[in-house]
């Protein structure tokens, strides 16, 4: 009778504002199980488990700005000492934890009734909040926000809505949230 040992290693993690570990986490586990199995973040979705339908999107915050990253196919050790934002870190909470405020993003999901099922939700709001974030550095001409919009939540896939309202939210957001979008009068040379 063989036995099998899993080969593991400390792992630190910062998500959410709040660091994890050090803990050892076997080498070759996904960062979306460790989330679900030893954190106990359960928001970022298992989807296809393959990257396609990046259900399983959280954002990593680097010195390249906020960043999209799929936590289904990449492997928890990559994300030793980075930070990290899922789902869950969005909403702002009172004292006891409880959510006071949603994120404008989440809000604009809201009324907009963005979504059916939810599943692909996490994936959206993940999206448009670097998409919103990286507007705030670098506005986008008023004449190519839905292009910017398309391209942003694009490889995000949805099997019940359709997308449109998950669009109109964000473009609504965009444009009224003062700073993302200029007009192209005032940057000609």
């Not at 809000?107 to 998409?131: I, K």
Request: net charge negative.
């Amino acid at each position: 009778m063989s036995t099998t040992t899993l080969r593991t290693r400390p792992l630190t993690l910062h998500i959410n504002g709040h660091t994890h570990g050090p803990v050892d986490i076997p080498e070759d586990m996904m960062l979306v199980d460790v989330l679900h199995e030893y954190l106990g973040l359960t928001g970022t979705r298992f989807g296809c488990g393959q990257g396609v339908c990046r259900a399983c999107t959280v954002i990593v915050d680097d010195e390249h700005g906020p960043r999209e990253v799929r936590s289904c196919i990449t492997g928890a050790h990559y994300f030793d000492g980075k930070r990290i934002r899922t789902v869950e870190g969005h909403a702002r909470r009172d004292a006891g934890g409880a959510i006071s405020e949603l994120s404008p993003v989440q809000q604009a999901f809201l009324d907009h009734f963005s979504f059916q099922c939810g599943y692909c939700t996490p994936g959206f709001v993940n999206a448009a909040t670097v998409l919103i974030e990286r507007l705030k550095d670098s506005p986008v001409e008023r004449q190519q926000v839905e292009t910017t919009i398309s391209e942003a939540l694009a490889p995000h896939l949805c099997r019940c809505t359709g997308y449109v309202r998950y669009y109109q939210a964000v473009k609504e957001l965009v444009l009224k949230t003062p700073g993302l979008v200029r007009d192209g009068a005032e940057h000609t040379p």
